[in-house]
């Protein structure tokens, strides 16, 4: 079973701030189901990376993600306020098709 | 645009079976998709529950496994959960979303908590 840890677990920053979120997987994990979520208190999770590298529709650019292998970061380039949030990394696996997150890192106001 | 909506009673006694059922709109269930079902305990991360291929097929998380049932009922267009013998760490906001790799779509959620 692979294990997704994230860090920090916690990431105070100023709004105009640059983000940089980790996610590291105890095992190898295939670039093509990486993916990235922003959720916000009372709503659901929202993709917003998937594939490791591609914004989902709607997603502004200054959210990017890269890595690969057991290394994957999300970064917001420029935070706006509407940014503060919990982020979940999530990696699918096949044979058989399994979905694992990532412990969340929540980006507050500093 | 699919709308997925959670339904079910938000409040189960210890011992007894969670039910909830996810309504598809926009979509249909037949389309090609994994729909999946997905928990968040209060003040806590999101954890993997299990998914229904549309063929069917069905994908549990292991430390789930032997409490989870996932099904669909093409007719209804909607996919429901049964989850049985629950406890207090049950207590969760339950969400059902459709994706393949990842979920791009998901329902608002329904809070489901344990207690006498």
């Known amino acids: 079973e692979i294990v997704l840890t994230q860090s920090p677990g916690t990431l105070s920053l100023s709004p105009g701030e640059r983000a940089t979120l980790s996610c590291r997987a105890s095992q190898s994990v295939s670039s093509s189901y990486l993916a990235w979520y922003q959720q916000k208190p009372g709503q659901a999770p929202r993709l917003l990376i998937y594939?490791?590298?591609s914004r989902a529709t709607g997603i502004p650019d200054r959210f990017s993600g890269s890595g690969s292998g057991t290394d994957f970061t999300l970064t917001i380039s420029r935070l706006g306020p509407e940014d503060f949030a919990v982020y979940y990394c999530q990696q699918s696996g096949s044979s058989p098709p399994t979905w694992t997150f990532g412990q969340g890192t929540k980006v507050e106001i500093k | 645009q699919v709308r997925l909506q959670e339904s079910g009673p938000g409040l189960v006694k210890p011992s007894e079976t969670l039910s909830l059922t996810c309504a598809v709109s926009g979509n249909s269930i037949n389309s090609g998709y994994y729909w999946g079902w997905i928990r968040q305990p209060p003040g806590k991360g999101l954890e993997w529950i299990g998914s229904?291929?549309?063929?069917?097929?069905?994908y549990y998380n292991p430390s789930l496994k032997s409490r989870v049932t996932i099904s669909v009922d093409t007719s209804k267009n909607q996919f429901s959960l049964k989850l049985t013998s629950v406890t207090a760490a049950d207590t969760a906001v339950y969400y059902c979303a459709r994706g393949g790799g990842d979920y791009d779509d998901w329902g608002q959620g329904s809070l489901v908590t344990v207690s006498s």
């Open positions: 594939g490791a590298s």
């Open positions: 229904i291929y549309h063929s069917g097929s069905t």
